[in-house]
């Protein structure tokens, strides 16, 4: 299993970036597919979560209204277009498939090397 992330950068304050993870090796059908940040000594941030077994999304409130998170079967990809974007939005981002596995009640995480995102005021 892979799941590789791509499309951080440096972008002002009300600029936009598309964030992609080019997954292999699992079923889009089995697994919660989320966009995870994390600033170096704060807590990690579940920003996006997509479930295409039972058609839920989530988005933090603190990004709700300007990203979007969507899924490319034919392209295994998960993007997070991310629009007017802020200051506090920067952080590492990581991709992250998880499911769990009910003969043993386990969960299944796979995480992708993250990428970088910084916003300029």
């Known amino acids: 299993v892979q799941l590789q992330a791509s499309g951080g950068g440096l972008v002002r304050a009300g600029g936009s970036l598309r964030l992609s993870c080019a997954v292999s090796g699992i079923t889009f059908d089995d697994y919660a597919m989320s966009w995870i940040r994390q600033v170096p000594g704060k807590e990690r941030e579940v920003v996006s979560c997509t479930s295409k077994s039972d058609g839920s999304t989530y988005y933090a409130d603190s990004v709700k209204g300007r990203f979007i998170i969507s899924i490319d079967n034919a392209k295994n990809t998960v993007y997070l277009q991310m629009n007017s974007l802020k200051p506090e939005d920067t952080s590492v981002y990581y991709c992250?498939?998880?499911?769990?596995?009910?003969?043993?009640?386990?969960?299944?995480?796979?995480w992708g090397l993250g990428t970088q995102v910084t916003v300029s005021s």
């Open positions: 992250n498939a998880r499911r769990l596995e009910f003969s043993t009640l386990s969960d299944i995480n796979y």
